[in-house]
């Protein structure tokens, strides 16, 4: 098994000890196939128990280890030692607070995917007696990959507007809200839009495109950005301009 | 101690706990609910689960055969009254979900798809593409998100059960920000803490997976029941144990030895089914316990194939083409081409059995009560027993689902028996100084990765897929001087805030004595069942052990081992026959 020597700089603070954030090095030998999480299991193991950091699936679906690889938002599970020359850096996700080391607050976004009511408002309530919804693959395809958000929060750390305004509801919130507008057996649209569609919604955005960049999963929350905003505009013409059209 | 009072406390917030939320928050709006993880909800390892949730849907199927399949895959080791209902509230429930939002796979018609899977009759596995687990998951904590009756205590580590005068009357868990230790009141508890299959070195499970839940029901003196029952997945990437899904299989790849030859025709699977052709119930389509074995026999005869990883078999999907693998197996394409750079459209992907499941757990009957008043336990960590001696793939998800509900059914009616909740806080004081010494222990021989090595090398070695009485002596001797040990380690790592050393430590303390309750149980049973098989005792012995185990914690001493009788209502023990009709 070919091993390569690497260089880790981890990003240290613990509010206890520590009056600021500084970096730590960690050299170590390492399989080439290895990824950053990899590296970081190692050293907690043999070099540094105290460093700290969140994870758990090892498969790019639990959401947990998302941090900034070099500058860049990752799942560490899914960061290749391969990829990567020099001496790699590693950090919290940007945009929210730190807590300890690579352990971040996540309190902001755990609130604001509430806000939206990311869940079912039937729009024909149904017993379970009556068996499934019918949903044609091409209704489900409607909302699919919006569905696939992990809730890693790549995103918002990519997102250079939550930066700016960390009211922003922000892109993962978003495309969850809009999964469920699009999913056939819903009728939530309006609730959700009151969240969605203010100023603290959709319209912060400035169409970076950043968070479909980092996406881990694909779902491309940009896109679903777009579409809630053209659909708020609709909503504003059709309520101001032709009054007389019902909804 | 900051105390906390709430009406039911929840532990553990996957499938099962927030299966039990939301079933607490519909039927009884009045009750406070606190659900309390170790880990933000959508973190929890039913995420990972991948291939599907079986319940009888389509009109070829029925509630009979999934009965008949069940109770044969387990090895009459299932409670068969526990299978019963299972097989009854399944499709309610998988609906149940589908009413919630669950992205499940369609027909054209807009029905809900079925796959097939392994030890199943019929297809009846529900299935959202490969990422079942996570959409279940996702749809379950977004629905619960809107009960305000459901308090959530997110990355809070329950450490101790709090029982007085014979009842369960709340627990104490350290809140990871800030390091404090809460106590929690509750008039009843319901742990639903997962498997605890991080106490191999090779598995399928996320870090989170170290039995915390099993080990406090454990310790506060609930039996754990059938532990000597660990499921190897027959495919898991050697490099990472990352599990490539049986539905891999239920869509037709094939398991080959290193001549080509797809062996299991060679174990009492075959004969040989037509390429792309699946037929269930045989061949790759065989129950996950024959699977793995066939494995290790084969392997024996040196017709594996060397990998870096050690030696694999060879799972060949080429033949379903891109289109069917893109759009049924996306995330196994995904992970084979990113952990071990192979594209399973154009290569076979090398495999090895990985430990996956553990059917054994926290002794529940059929309601989800344990014999401890106030308790209750549901999922991977509760033991109904509907899975007996090996779990047929897809029958745990809906099992999270019908027993996390049963167990909030049960709690409600428990509460309302009245009775105000004892005084635990003599006990949350005691778990308090425990937790201390612990922090501020000085001198100490022994760290935390050092142990977990040695209790992974030991499980490994003599705890797999066979196993000897000699090598399983050896594991209990081994297993009480780690325990031993444990009590001399000393924490690096001595801070409140996040302090993932500590939480290391605790979680390898649940681990070693879950670990223990595991050995410990297979030595006594001196037979080989399901997916427990033992080289010196090679027959199945109804006789003697068509019995659930109960291991019985004793404190530092191993746990005393006992036997309670099986639920058998009409299938006898017989022949379990995946011979695809031609034995």
Redesign the interface.
Known sequence: MSERAIELEVLRYNPETDSAPRFQRYAIACPEEWVVLDALNHVKESVDPTLSYRWSCHMAVCGSCGMMINGEPKLACKAFLRDYDGVIRVEPLAHFPVERDLVTVIDDFMAKLARVRPYLMPKDAKAIEAGEYRQTPAELARFKRYSMCINCMLCYAACPEYALIPKYIGPAAIALAHRWNQDSRDGGREARQAEIAATEGAWECSFVGACSEVCPEHVDPAGAIQQVKIRSTVDWYTRHLMPWLKK | METVTTDVAIIGAGGAGLRAAIALAQAAPSLRIALISK??P????T??AEGGAAGVIKPDDSLEQHFEDTVGGGDWLSDQDAVDLFIREAP?EL??L????C????E?????AVRPFGGMKKQRTWFAAD?SG??IL?TLF??S??FASIQRF?EYYATDLLVDEGRCVGLVAIEM?SGQMRRFDARAVIVAGGGAGRMFPFTTN???KTGDGMALAYRAGVPLKDMEFVQYHPTGLP??G??LTEACRGEGGVLLNKDGRRFLQDYGMGPETPLGKPELKTMELGPRDRVSQAFWQEQKKGRMVAT?WGECMLLDMRHLGEKKIDERLP?VRD?SI??M?VDPVKEPVPVRPVVHYMMGGIHTDINAATPLPGLFAAGECACVSINGANRLGSNSLTELLVFGRRAAQSAIEYVAQGGHPANGGALADAAQARLRELMQRTGGTE???GLRKEMMQTMEEHAGIYRSGEGLAAACAKLAELRGRYTHIE???K???????LL?ALELGSMLECAEAVVQSALARRESRGAHQRVDFTARDDAKYLRHSLAHYQGSQAPRVAYCDVVITRSKPGVRDYSGGHA
Not at chain 2, 98 to 101: A, F, I, K, Q, S
Not at chain 2, 108 to 112: C, E, F, H, R, T
Not at chain 2, 495 to 501: A, F, G, I, K, Q
Request: net charge positive.
């Open positions: 880990v933000y959508m973190r929890s390892h995420c990972a309610k609906i149940q589908e009413h919630w939002g992205p499940w796979s369609r054209a018609d807009g029905s809900v990422k996570f959409h996702h977004q629905t998100l809107q997110d920000r996320g870090a989170v490099s990472t990352t599990l870096k995330l992970m990113s952990y750079g760290t935390v990765a924490l690096h790592d801070t409140n805030v996040y302090n993932t050393d290391q």
